[in-house]
């Protein structure tokens, strides 16, 4: 989705803002600018497209960008108005004199901007961020004061925004604000940098200051202050960032994701480092503050999670159930926060999201909070908004994860449900020690079976140029695979836009089954040694049955499988009850294969954004 950059310093003001847009694009745009205080004038460079486009537009004009001082760059996904060279951030008021960028949604634009425009301001964009542009001039013509101007502009905006503004008359500082949107401030010596998320400043700096809702942040060269909502001062912490800029590059690899797909092993070796240290230990969770006495209080689970963060509940949901006995609702955000929910402070309501940041989540844990509800969060994004709202958190540690479509944070965000359902169960004492003790000891194999799978790409790759050409896809499985089915058919679809659909094998002779012939493959994905392999083999029958094209996904050596199935992917020997974080990574190398024979852009794939702000 959108970014913002902002940079007040010595540096080449331009470049800054550039390297820390190109930072930032792997969030999904359409659309970029820059404003910048050149010559003491604002000068705005924006352009549609790629940042490219911004790159060549900011070549062409080079001769008058001159004695920089300050700037602030943006890229747009459109919400209000088309991908247009005008739509595009920055916006100025009428007179030019002060200019803004916007994450976010103003609801209320349409009453302002009538208001506006009566009051004399020109509008040249359909965007509701020019509204705050006009709005803040407006306040800014009654008291020449910007951070006066942007408080009282703030007051009469309903919506979510991460802002910053800056005005040709006091060139000195950008005004930086944030309601239900992030913005975060690099703190840097002699300069100082902001930007929506942190690689868009961690080449320079690795101290940073979180804004909170309503905060605002006057941010200069050789300063920072910090006003709450009524500009009151307030001191911030300053928080040293983990992470290191090398995090952000694509070590030799063709894309991110696939270079997300191979840090696997790795991240989950680091998830189980610090919460699984033997057989024989309990499972730690420093931060998930639920105990014998609140379990017991608890007749419910509810998890809420969107996209790839709603299949791992879906695992969540069956291992919960299966370890603990307690009941378990899975929902999608968007359809929770949209009817009258039962949830109560007898409900233990988890939050699963990558990013921290997704709008419908967050508005489903504000609502959950509000009824009484503990709430758990599983993020990849401690420091984000959601992670504020959460009494109890499980940090997944996958490490930033660039690449549009989530591989490395699923697979986290899976191991952290079998900890979690373990420690539940700990607590509840419904798993035996011996059962409990073969589970952790599997987990701890994981590691090397994905290493497996990661050494023998290439009967993946040759299954995925057999069949990148073909316009759909069925993925089936039955059981704690069905969420797998669900997730590699969004991995396929999300970067290849081949129509590929997952469905419960059992369903398949319901409806579905009227779609196979042979110009449909199906991957069934089937694990031996449990309750459903036997059924999904018939299933797969069935469906040869109608010439659809097989592909199995197992990890059987039965050496007959090849009568029924065209192709058979093989994944190391693992229970049933672990497959799910095992089977899904062969699923996620065909969707990066069968998009790279395409020749798609598979770490930004049209349409989708990394991070979706607005509900
Ligand atoms: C994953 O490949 C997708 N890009 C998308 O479905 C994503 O999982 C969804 O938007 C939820 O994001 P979150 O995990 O950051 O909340």
Redesign the pocket.
Known sequence: MCGIVGYIGKRNVVDVLIKGLETLEYRGYDSAGIAVNSDNEIKVYKKIGKLINLKNLLEEKKNEINNVTMGIGHIRWATHGGATDINAHPHTCTCGKLVVVHNGIIENFKELKEDLIKKGCVFRSQTDTETIAHLFAHEYGKTHDLTLAVKKGLEQIKGAYAICVMHKDEPDKIIASRKNAPLVIGVGEGENFIGSDIPAFIEYTKKAIYLEDGEIAVVKENSLEFFDANLNKIEKKIEQLPWEPVALSKLGFKHFMLKEIHEQPDVIRNVLNGKLFDIDEPIVLDEVKIDKESLKNLNRIEII?????LHAAMVGKFLIEDFTGIAVDVEASSEYIYRKTVTNDKTLVIG???????AD?ITAIRQAKDKGAHVLIITNRPDSSMARYADSLIPVSAGIEIS???TK?YTAQVLSFYLLAIKLAEIKGTLSPEYMKNLKHELIQVPVKIEEILNNKEQIKKVAKKFANFRNFIFIARGINLPTALEGA??LK?ISYINATGYSAGELKHGPIAMLDETMPVLSIMIPGGVTYDKILSNSEEAKARNARLIALTSSKDENLKDIFEDVITIPEIPEMLSPIVANVPCQLLAYYIAEFLGKDVDQPRN?A???TVE
């Open positions: 999670a969107c996209g790839t963060s699963v999201s990558q990013s921290g940041e997704t989540t549009v479509a989530a944070s969004l991995k999300e989708l990394k991070s979706v």
